[in-house]
């Protein structure tokens, strides 16, 4: 189920509803093979009732993706200024993948394998916006190399290693069934760290 953020829910309640189930199809079939005439099925009206809400089925994968991508970047941007060791930076980051995981799936499938059919202007936005957040990961990670409490080993390794884990987490959540989220946040925070002390 998708939890939807707060600037989602800024638009008209029908239009969430609309874009709750676009997700959940993008997620079931892929983006590529839905059609705006199955998210009216879903939601049970004829596809021209769907354009009162919204303008095309692209419009709703930009609201998806980029609402993610503003809250994984308001996330690095809290954390970066937060006080504590660059370690325990990387442990929130990675707490709050989890967190993500766990309660926006659907949006994080699609901001994983969709972003590329935004409009240009949010596709350039959206690399944007990642680019940025890897250079602040990767920054976060020389520190703590810096300051001795990270092992010397290459930034892009320990960078790759853990951003790789935390893109398809959702993939193996999802087969893996519930699994308690404290329990997940304890053992894969020790697990990713333990190669970096």
């Not at 092992?151 to 308690?180: A, C, M, N």
């Amino acid at each position: 189920m998708l939890l939807l953020s707060c600037s989602i829910m800024k638009h008209s309640s029908r239009k969430v509803e609309i874009i709750a189930k676009a997700s959940h199809l993008f997620k079931e079939k892929g983006y590529s093979a839905v059609t705006v005439r199955d998210i009216a099925q879903a939601m049970g009206i004829k596809a021209a009732s769907l354009y009162n809400h919204i303008q095309s089925k692209q419009e709703i994968l930009s609201v998806l993706v980029m609402d993610l991508a503003r809250t994984f970047t308001d996330g690095m941007n809290s954390i970066l200024v937060s006080k504590g060791t660059p370690l325990q930076k990387i442990e929130s980051l990675i707490e709050m993948h989890i967190d993500i995981t766990v309660n926006q799936s659907e949006a994080l499938a699609a901001l994983n394998n969709d972003w590329m059919h935004m409009p240009e202007d949010d596709v350039v936005a959206f690399v944007r916006m990642r680019e940025a957040y890897e250079e602040n990961f990767r920054k976060i990670i020389k520190q703590g190399i810096e300051s001795g409490e990270i092992k010397p080993r290459h930034p892009e390794v320990i960078l790759f290693s853990i951003l790789s884990t935390l893109r398809t987490l959702y993939l193996w959540y999802q087969k893996r069934g519930k699994l308690d989220v404290n329990v997940l946040k304890r053992d894969m925070v020790a697990v990713l760290i333990e190669g970096m002390v």
